[in-house]
């Protein structure tokens, strides 16, 4: 099994998601051979806490990995030490993002490979196996890359393999390699229509617009003025939308030199391959970049999986059902034979996939709690349906909320341009999505009785400790 997941990439970054510019010939393969999920959403837009749910089928509130500086829980198992445990041959290779100074071996891997932090993409230093840290130069895709396929070409000794890469793109700070620095230049981007039209968003969304998350901030460090809400200052959006896709190719190639090294070796079509991201990116929509948020660029994320044994390659399917993160680890160990995690909040898609799954979920929670070190989005509890959303920003103490509602007819309007939570003729609507809310709550064991999260101390323009970025 290959499983490759990506760090901050959007759903439609992708030229099988229908992204006019950016050219994935080899992700789109896999799409065009297997299963393209075109509901995918994370449980928490926010990189820890999505990987630990990717890994472990559970919440954040359960797995505790609520922040992007939390180690994995030792005492949780996770889909890879499960395999392990049936015998096969595992290995990490890049970004793992759970426990920002340790770049040790994890449990689960008979070999693993990464580095402290975020890594960088030019010559990061790399702990090979728990041997030390050692700069291994280059760009951070090819590398990862290299060192993946040295060790799919051992001898794993006739036993299955898991083979997880980690890339760090199209994480900011966003740095293509050379020969894809210039390749969107000739493409002009403006801020998305919605960032100019927030008079019935929460004035929270309003003031994030100058903060390092919104499109009047820094930029990543890719607008050296700031504030800035002039319209020329849109260039340095531009410029950093061009970075954020020429990273992206680096990433297509990558899955085009493994796809070809399974096919030198034979073993391509007895391999499960999965693409996948870890949570969205908020690019200019309402007035803001980065994630967290509940709206759809936050959430959505690709998934692609090619396996002739989940569906032939000649009978590639698209599936509209809404499936989340925390429901990978039980597909993938379902589709491998191996015993299921117990107590897990996600649900194997297989027969989704393959024969249809009429109890399928119609809604689920998104959750995520405000961070001190990154003060610029307040409490989430959120519940998506098929065809309405509903975001509340509780204050944390159990008091009134500070920031106003949203609600949204997403099948009518998935740009989230109209916020419903005002208008008297959908009162009845909003309350029932308060009740989905708490009905969805409730299925993953949160009540407003138990449900902990910390003070929401505002939106704030303070910079990001340098270290942490």
């Known amino acids: 099994m290959l499983f490759i997941l990506c760090d901050d990439i959007r759903w439609d970054a992708l030229g099988c998601a229908g992204n006019p510019y950016v050219k994935t010939p080899n992700i789109d393969r896999l799409a065009h051979e297997g299963v393209h999920f075109r509901n995918m959403f994370c449980t928490t837009s926010l990189c820890s806490p999505s990987r630990a749910s990717i890994l472990s089928g559970l919440y954040a509130h359960t797995h505790g990995v609520q922040n992007n500086f939390t180690e994995y829980p030792a005492n949780f198992t996770s889909f890879p030490m499960q395999l392990q445990k049936q015998g096969y041959d595992t290995a990490y290779f890049g970004k793992w993002h759970m426990g920002e100074n340790n770049d040790q071996p994890r449990p689960g891997f008979n070999w693993f490979v990464t580095h402290k932090g975020q890594g960088k993409y030019f010559d990061t230093e790399w702990n090979v196996n728990g041997a030390g840290s050692k700069l291994i130069p280059g760009y951070y895709t090819h590398i990862v890359t290299d060192l993946a396929t040295e060790w799919l070409n051992r001898d794993h000794t006739g036993k299955p393999w898991l083979l997880m890469i980690g890339h760090k793109a199209p994480h900011s700070f966003y740095f293509p390699e050379p020969k894809y620095s210039n390749t969107f230049d000739k493409v002009w981007i403006p801020y998305p229509e919605t960032a100019f039209h927030l008079d019935d968003k929460p004035a929270w969304i309003k003031e994030r617009r100058y903060t390092w998350h919104g499109i009047y901030g820094p930029l990543f ?178 008091q009134a909320d500070r920031h106003k509602a949203e609600l949204y007819n997403i099948e009518f309007d998935p740009e989230e341009r109209h916020n419903l939570i005002d208008n008297p003729k959908y009162t009845t609507e909003w309350k029932r999505m308060m009740g989905e809310l708490g009905r969805v709550m409730k299925e993953v064991g949160l009540t407003a009785a138990n449900d902990q999260m910390p003070l929401d101390e505002g939106i704030k323009k303070e910079l990001p400790d340098q270290k942490i970025r």
């Open 221 to 398: 460090e890719w607008r050296k003025k700031f504030p800035d809400d002039s319209p020329e200052a849109v260039k340095d959006f531009a410029a950093m939308t061009r970075a954020y896709w020429g990273t992206i190719l680096s990433v297509d190639d990558s899955v085009g030199k493994l796809f070809g090294e399974l096919q030198r070796r034979g073993e391509l079509d007895n391999t499960m391959i999965v693409f996948m991201g870890d949570n969205g990116l908020l690019n200019g929509e309402h007035g803001m970049v980065d994630k967290r948020t509940a709206h759809e660029a936050s959430l959505r994320i690709p998934l692609i999986v090619r396996y002739p044994g989940l569906v032939p390659t000649n009978k590639p399917r698209d599936i509209q059902q809404q499936a989340l993160t925390v429901d990978v680890a039980p597909s993938i160990l379902e589709l491998c034979g191996a015993p299921s995690l117990p107590g897990i909040h996600g649900k194997s898609w297989v027969k989704l996939v393959q024969r249809g799954d009429s109890s399928w979920r119609n809604a689920w929670l998104y959750h995520y709690n405000y961070e001190k070190q990154f003060p610029y989005t307040p409490n989430v509890r959120a519940v998506r349906t098929d065809s309405w959303k509903y975001i509340h920003y509780p204050h944390g103490d159990g």
